[in-house]
């Protein structure tokens, strides 16, 4: 009886040694993260409607899908919890929004204010109405952005050039690739049909955009820049992680050691 319950307990710590959890991150944030299925489809659902509706009708709008790196990037800077643009990566295009913290996050109401800046745009002209932004709008309509990688950060109250200044707020970060809003370009190309500058073979109509399987495909990306803040933090639950593991190392060790005791004929490998 002594020798199965010592058994029994020599098993549990080397199960207790081996299951030890890799923690990304120990920042808490209740809102979905960048793999989160239905986040995901919301954010790129909602930018081919805006895509499939311009006015005029576009020839050359690309479909646009979601891509993980532009997510770990986006993700990365709402951490900072700055109202501005990614000063570590000039190059890629974003949309940058701000609002008070909801019990729920919704992209829709995120990207209300940027698709509404339709309003404020001109196509014939290329320009925004005196006094009032459109540069968001365009970006999501942009023809030739493709990409989109998007996240969204509960920020603590007066984070940097923030409007909410008195309790939680959150930051909502979208990337684009290619890059959108080149100085002197609209924002596509415009005919009465649409589609009708899909190029090559594997490309396809589709909601008046163009889509191509191979373009459009999934990869996955194992990195985080080196700007992202929780590189530099470990929190509480971190913290405690860290200590237990040497504690569950040096019990797998007694644990194996006690096992071979018990039973000499077993044989461990790496």
């Not at 979905?32 to 006015?55: A, L, Q, Y």
């Not at 570590?88 to 698709?115: C, H």
């Not at 950060?153 to 008195?166: E, G, L, V």
């Not at 990195?223 to 040497?246: E, F």
Request: net charge positive; aromatic share 12%; glycine share 4%.
């Amino acid at each position: 009886m002594g020798q199965l319950l010592l058994q029994r307990w020599l098993w549990a710590v080397i199960f207790l040694g081996s299951s030890v959890p890799n923690i990304e991150s120990s920042e808490y944030n209740p809102f979905p993260g960048i793999t989160d299925k239905k986040f995901i489809d919301d954010c790129v659902r909602i930018h081919n409607d805006n895509r499939s509706s311009v006015n005029p009708p576009a020839r050359n709008m690309l479909y646009m899908t979601w891509d993980e790196g532009l997510a770990i990037t986006a993700r990365a800077w709402a951490r900072h919890c700055d109202f501005q643009h990614n000063i570590y990566l000039k190059e890629v295009r974003r949309n940058i929004g701000q609002g008070p913290r909801r019990p729920t996050f919704s992209v829709m109401q995120a990207m209300d204010l940027w698709v509404k800046e339709v309003n404020d745009y001109s196509y014939q002209s290329n320009a925004c109405k005196p006094r009032k932004m459109c540069g968001h709008y365009t970006q999501v309509v942009w023809a030739t952005s493709y990409k989109v990688g998007c996240a969204v950060q509960i920020c603590p109250n007066a984070s940097t050039r923030t409007s909410f200044s008195d309790k939680e707020g959150a930051i909502f970060v979208c990337n684009y690739a290619e890059a959108g809003n080149v100085v002197e370009m609209l924002p596509y190309q415009n005919r009465l049909e649409e589609c009708s500058s899909c190029e090559g073979a594997n490309n396809q109509c589709q909601a008046k955009l163009c889509h191509n399987p191979k373009r459009d495909e999934q990869k996955s990306y194992r990195w985080t820049p080196d700007w992202d803040p929780t590189l530099a933090t470990c929190g509480p639950c971190c913290m405690a992680i860290l200590a237990i593991r040497p504690l569950a190392l040096l019990l797998t060790f007694v644990a194996a050691f006690g096992v071979h005791r018990l039973y000499p004929s077993i044989f461990f490998y790496e």
